[in-house]
């Protein structure tokens, strides 16, 4: 596996397991803290060491997005839709949607202009400015979601 492929899964590795918590996904999967840490460690060491996939199954059934799964369709090009029937979907409609998107979109922002005043962006400010990016992923499928409830 290249070692930007590797990086890139490993990144999206970690960010399930703060999306779902260290302690909790710990007990959920039956791994220890520390080896939830390796298997998104960019130490050399670790470089070849990856989630199972049963791992991450578990770990997705209780996250708010699926990091991995997200993280290996981008790799393929795919992109990913939830069900009508999709798990704590919350009504409000298209609206809404906009709503929540306007207001992604302005943190964003608000977090990007904070990256640049110095000239560049950190890789704390990076990851920031990811989390945001995917924020503003899930609100666009909800919001296609809504749309094709309306569209019938």
Same mark, same amino acid.
């Given at each position: 596996?290249?070692?930007?492929?590797?990086?890139?899964?490993?990144?999206?590795?970690?960010?399930?397991?703060?999306?779902?918590? %260290?302690?909790?996904? *710990?007990? $959920?999967? !039956?791994? &220890?803290?520390?080896?939830?840490?390796?298997?998104?460690? /960019? +130490?050399?060491?670790?470089?070849?060491?990856?989630?199972? %996939?049963?791992?991450? *199954?578990? $770990?997705? !059934?209780? &996250?708010?997005?699926?990091?991995?799964?997200?993280?290996? /369709? +981008?790799?393929?090009?795919?992109?990913?839709?939830?069900?009508?029937?999709?798990?704590?979907?919350?009504? !409000?409609?298209?609206?809404?949607?906009?709503?929540?998107?306007?207001?992604?979109?302005?943190?964003?922002?608000?977090?990007?202009?904070?990256?640049?005043?110095?000239?560049?962006?950190?890789?704390?400010?990076?990851?920031?400015?990811?989390?945001?990016?995917?924020?503003?992923?899930?609100?666009?499928?909800?919001?296609?979601?809504?749309?094709?409830?309306?569209?019938?």
């Amino acid at each position: 596996m290249s070692g930007t492929v590797g990086s890139y899964l490993k990144k999206h590795t970690e960010a399930l397991v703060k999306d779902v918590g %260290i302690e909790a996904a *710990a007990e $959920l999967c !039956g791994k &220890s803290k520390a080896t939830l840490g390796r298997y998104y460690s /960019a +130490d050399a060491d670790h470089a070849d060491r990856f989630m199972p %996939i049963d791992v991450v *199954a578990a $770990l997705e !059934g209780a &996250s708010r997005f699926p990091h991995v799964t997200a993280a290996l /369709a +981008d790799l393929r090009g795919i992109t990913l839709s939830y069900d009508e029937d999709r798990r704590n979907a919350k009504a !409000g409609g298209i609206n809404s949607d906009v709503v929540a998107l306007s207001q992604r979109f302005a943190m964003l922002m608000g977090e990007y202009n904070q990256s640049i005043e110095d000239g560049k962006i950190s890789i704390n400010e990076a990851k920031r400015l990811l989390a945001e990016t995917l924020a503003i992923q899930k609100v666009l499928i909800d919001m296609k979601l809504s749309l094709e409830q309306e569209a019938g």
